[in-house]
Nanobody
Framework: QVQLVESGGGLVQGGGSLRLSCAAS????????MGWFRQAPGKEREFVAA????????NYGDSVKGRFTISRDNAKSTGYLQMNSLQPQDTAVYYC???????????????????WGQGTQVTVSS
């Protein structure tokens, strides 16, 4: 059974930074595309960032462009989300997701992903 475990969430002041990690196990990580999503209370799960299996191709949600960076280390089977200039509206539970991919595409839709982590809370104070 594929397992994804997020870490790195917490409480940070507005303008601060956090780096989330997503440790993957029981899969050939380099064959999987990855994504990060977030969900605030009472809202739908929102696309944050996505990365292709090689890491060459990335894409970001409009609200995080220029502030967040997605990356991955296939040798460590770990994905990352560097979050800078955090704002209170970034407060949410952040989830990583993975899906097997035979191409070097990224995927932006929740429905494309087969595996999800349990989520990590990010709270940004004003």
């Amino acid at each position: 059974q594929v397992q994804l475990v997020e870490s790195g969430g917490g409480l940070v002041q507005g303008g601060g930074s956090l780096r989330l990690s997503c440790a993957a196990s029981r899969l050939t990580f380099s064959s999987f595309a990855m994504g990060w999503f977030r969900q605030a209370p009472g809202k739908e799960r929102e696309f944050v960032a996505a990365i292709s299996r090689s890491g060459d191709n990335t894409n970001y949600g409009d609200s995080v462009k220029g502030r967040f960076t997605i990356s991955r280390d296939n040798a460590k089977s770990t994905g990352y989300l560097q979050m800078n200039s955090l704002q209170p509206q970034d407060t949410a539970v952040y989830y990583c997701a993975a899906r097997p991919s035979s191409t070097n595409n990224y995927y932006k839709s929740v429905s494309f992903y087969d595996y999800w982590g349990q989520g990590t809370q990010v709270t940004v104070s004003s």
